[in-house]
């Protein structure tokens, strides 16, 4: 299976003005199409630096990053938003859903910022709503669905572009054990069906749930943790 990702010698260095901190020392990353990986690490050892690098949201210092055989690392900041949006669909902890609109509006909302007309927008939506469980919730704002519906929609927007990638930052960090086994299986849904699936969390029962485990500590890479069953 070919590499939707390919990492090499990514670097990344902030200059604080007093002192250079390397967030990432080199960091070397292969995901192949349909892979579910997890990169677990603590606070402070360089996961959301490679998260935003993987989300295209920065680019390294030096490396180079290739998604989809394409090289990002030296993109324009319009270049990265028009790969962010086209490319890679998001799932956060806080779930960002606009409290104003309705599920369908807020899975509607990459597809207007893409300029996809309105009787598309709506028939996309739709169907990303009902392949995660809530065809019977598309006109309920954020505030009237529990936790684990609010996440389920903010997946449905990760999916509304049918993205070579779903990018998921802490996506149950905010969510009850039974929301938790909820939103896992419908990750394990999206992998049988194909998706390219990161995980980033800090969580060991989160991440052990992925097909590959690989750990980042103080801004490198371990060998993967191990394959679950």
């Known amino acids: 299976m070919s590499a939707l990702l390919r990492m090499a010698d990514v670097r990344k260095t902030y200059d604080t003005g007093v002192v250079a901190v390397e967030a990432l020392r080199g960091v070397d990353l292969e995901?192949?199409?349909?892979?579910?990986?997890?990169?677990?690490?603590?606070?402070?050892?360089?996961?959301?630096?490679l998260m935003h690098i993987l989300g295209c949201l920065d680019i390294p210092t030096s490396g180079t990053y290739e998604l989809s055989g394409v090289d990002v690392s030296g993109m324009t900041e319009a270049e990265l938003a028009d790969v962010r949006n086209r490319r890679i669909g998001f799932v956060f902890q806080q779930f960002n859903l606009l409290a104003s609109m309705t599920a369908l509006r807020?899975?509607?909302?990459?597809?207007?910022?893409?300029g996809v007309g309105k009787a598309e927008r709506r028939e996309r939506a739709l169907e990303s709503l009902a392949r995660v469980g809530l065809a019977d919730r598309v006109d309920h704002r954020p505030g009237e669905l529990s936790g684990g519906q609010q996440q389920r929609v903010s997946v449905a927007r990760a999916l509304v572009t049918d993205p070579a990638l779903i990018l998921a930052d802490e996506p149950t960090g905010n969510l009850d054990s039974v929301s938790t086994r909820d939103v896992l299986q419908l990750f394990h849904d999206l992998e049988d069906a194909g998706r390219t699936i990161v995980l980033i969390t800090?969580?060991?029962?989160?991440?052990?749930?992925?097909?590959?485990?690989?750990?980042?500590?103080?801004?490198?890479?371990?060998?993967?943790?191990?394959?679950s069953a």
């Open 31 to 49: 995901v192949a199409e349909g892979d579910f990986v997890a990169i677990m690490g603590p606070s402070g050892s360089g996961k959301s630096t």
């Open 106 to 114: 807020n899975v509607e909302l990459p597809l207007v910022y893409a």
């Open 202 to 227: 800090h969580e060991a029962d989160v991440a052990k749930e992925a097909r590959r485990v690989v750990r980042i500590t103080d801004g490198l890479l371990s060998e993967d943790a191990g394959v």
